[in-house]
C-alpha cells in the first residue's frame, strides 16, 4: 500500500501494466456490468445543466431513460451512477465503428461542453472507493482488459502513467508527482 497525502494507493496502481486499446476491447467497460458508471455528487448538476447539449450526441434509447428517469441511478450500494440502457449499457453511449463511445466526451470534444466525462470513467480501470473517510485508490481487475494488460506489459506502460491525466485531474498535479516519486524511487 503506498500513502499519498491521505490517500490510500493500492500497489497494483504501480505494478499492473495497462494501455487500453478500443480497437481491441470494443469500449465494453461502457456496455457491461451490473450498474451504470460511478458519479461524483458535483457531476450530477453538471450533466443535468448540460444534457440539452449532450443529447444530439445520444442514442435515441439513452435519451428516453434520462428524460424518462433522470441522469441517475443508484447501485447497490446505494452510490450515485450513470442510468442503464437494457439494464446493461450506460444511458451515454453511442456506438461507431463497433466501438462504445461516450456521447458526454464527445461533445467534450467537440467543443460544446467544458465537462469531459464522469472522472471514474475517465479513470477506468482504476475506481476510488471510501475507507474510513479516507479515499483508497484500487485496480479493478476485468476480463474485458485482457487486451489492455497485454498491451500494456508489451509497452510496458504502468497504470499509473496509463491514467496520469485522469488522476491529476481528480487529486491534482503535485498530488500526482508525489505519486510518481514514491513508485520510482521504491523501484529502484
Known sequence: ???????????YIAEVNFRCDLTKCKGNCCVMGDAGAPLEE?????????????KPY????????????????YDEDG???TPLV???????????DGKALCAIEKAWKEGVITFRKPVSCHLYP????SFNNRDAVNYHQWDICES??????????????????????????????NLKSLIESSHK
Open 126 to 129: 482504476i475506481r476510488i472507493s
Open 42 to 54: 458535483h457531476e450530477i448538476g453538471i450533466i443535468e445543466d448540460e444534457l440539452h447539449r449532450i
Open 1 to 11: 500500500m503506498i500513502v499519498v497525502d491521505d490517500i490510500l494507493v493500492s500497489d
Open 58 to 73: 445520444m442514442r435515441e434509447e439513452g435519451i428516453e431513460v434520462v428524460e424518462r428517469d433522470g441522469v441517475i441511478d
Open 148 to 177: 489492455a494488460r497485454k498491451e500494456g506489459d508489451f509497452s510496458k506502460v504502468p497504470l499509473y502513467k496509463f491514467a496520469a491525466e485522469a488522476l491529476k485531474r481528480k487529486y491534482g498535479s503535485k498530488w500526482h508527482d
Open 86 to 96: 437494457n439494464g446493461k449499457e450506460c444511458a451515454f453511449v453511442y456506438f461507431e
Open 79 to 81: 452510490s450515485f451512477v
